[in-house]
């Protein structure tokens, strides 16, 4: 049943990928005020380029062949791995935020240097782009997924959103700051304005997707809508996890309609975002994500203060008993639960001793005596 869900969650993935980049599309010619494609234009796109002959630069190396159908294989992993339709996960091993970070990180290595490798300049610039956002993204995404994993107690993605949703958590102020930080970081994964500076249409004409054309373009368009959907869903399965059955079965019908309702808010806030910004120059991107991994780095500042100051009331002195007799444990009748009183083969307790009675320098030791 488990692989059953999985595969239908990427088969899902793959088919509303389009439905939401047109969804984007749509957004922008209704907020610039004109009639713009049909929300189902994606499609009519990806079947006209499937149909089309793929012409490859003779200057290109395997890495501009592989990295269409890795970048596919990476978003379709992800989306297989991810709790989507249910509070568990299909494939644990692939819902694993480790693990996703290092499958995005695989992918977009691929992807810069497929741009890098190619002879074309523009998608050179891009591939150099995309890196330095990865350099402006993974901090924030890595410390805001590091913060929820210490008050969770678990870097598996299904287990942080089943503590979220129970309430379960140490520190309700660090999820929220973590919460904020991550979305701002997914925003910036989408690949929006003013973070869309791989694929910079109006600068770079798309980056390093220049040198693709035919089905490795059409699979490259359809693996990058896949990306934004699995992001989109690694933060609501984190985060905004209510509404989801806790277990797989038929009940994940309901699930996968929650999800896509989820998705469709997630995409039309983005859009209206993305449409409201302007672009920004290259060089000024580090000034406008720097508040995002202050909020995330305050976010793990909060879960180590609580967990420190929880560590301080659980060890502290006694507060029945007097400064000289604070050390732990306790050694007379206490009243407070964080006191243990010991006693001599279960007779009464140890008598207190007064202040005169404690020794002012420790003992010496005694030699011992043959």
Known sequence: MNIVLAIAQGLVVMLVAPFFSGLARVIRAKMHNRRGPSILQDYRDLAKLMARPES???????????????????????????PMFTLESPMPVFGDAITIMYALALSRFFFALSGVDSSNAY??????????MSVLIEPSMLIALFTVAI???????????QHIVTGNVSSVVAVILAGV?????????LGKLPFDQAEAEQELQEGPLAELSGPSLAMMKL????????????FTSIFIPWGEPATIGVTALVGAVVFLVKCLVDFVVCGVLEN?????????????????????VLAFVFVVVGRREKLCQSNRACPSLPWWRSPSPCWAP???????????????????????????????RLPETA
């Open 181 to 189: 930080a991550f979305a701002a970081a997914c925003y910036m994964e």
């Open 276 to 296: 409201s910004v302007s672009r920004s120059r290259f060089k000024v991107l580090g000034n406008q994500t720097w508040a995002v991994v202050g909020i995330a």
């Open 223 to 234: 693996a990058m809508g896949m990306k934004q959907v699995v992001v989109v869903a690694w």
């Open 56 to 82: 490859v630069s003779s200057d290109s190396s395997f890495v501009l062949r592989i990295m269409p159908p890795l970048f596919l294989a990476v978003s379709f992993m992800l989306a297989m791995g991810l």
């Open 334 to 364: 206490c009243s407070s639960s964080c006191c243990r009183v010991p006693t001599l083969n279960g007779s009464a307790p140890l008598p207190a001793a007064s202040p005169r009675s404690l020794p002012l320098a420790w003992p010496r």
């Open 151 to 161: 008050v969770c107690g678990s870097t598996d993605i299904a287990t942080m959103g």
């Open 123 to 132: 998608a050179g610039f891009g591939g150099i782009r995309e890196l330095l």
